[in-house]
């Protein structure tokens, strides 16, 4: 079964930063997609940011110059680097992965807190 997990989450001050990591296991066919979505209280999940193996990177407008995607396609693990991070950015951070066989699993979040 795959399993999807983030990690590192949690309280930053406004300005600061945060990497969050995720990692997908329990594939034997490997990962083909690996993004990060949020959902800010009250609102509906947004994408953020996506990672194809042999492709450039992709950053939601809006985090564009203070977020960034990469990858670590022998681990199965993406990270998204939080810069300059603002309230607005205080949101369940999510991870959704596409398996090479078209499966797309979601991980379970991890709350990132923005205070002003």
């Known amino acids: 079964q795959v399993h999807v997990v983030e990690s590192g989450g949690g309280l930053v001050q406004a300005g600061g930063s945060l990497t969050l990591a995720c990692i997908v296991s329990?594939?034997?066919?490997?990962?083909?997609?690996m993004a990060w979505y949020r959902q800010p209280p009250g609102k509906q999940r947004e994408w953020v940011a996506s990672?194809?193996?042999?492709?450039?990177?992709l950053i939601r407008d809006s985090v564009k110059g203070r977020f960034t995607i990469s990858g670590d396609n022998a681990k199965n693990t993406v990270y998204l680097q939080l810069n300059s991070a603002r309230p607005d950015d205080t949101a369940v951070y999510y991870c959704?992965?596409?398996?090479?066989?078209?499966?797309?699993?979601w991980g379970q979040g991890t709350q990132v807190t923005v205070s002003s």
């Open positions: 990672y194809t193996i042999g492709t450039i990177p």
């Open positions: 329990g594939t034997s066919g490997g990962v083909r997609t």
């Open positions: 959704f992965a596409t398996m090479t066989d078209s499966r797309n699993v």
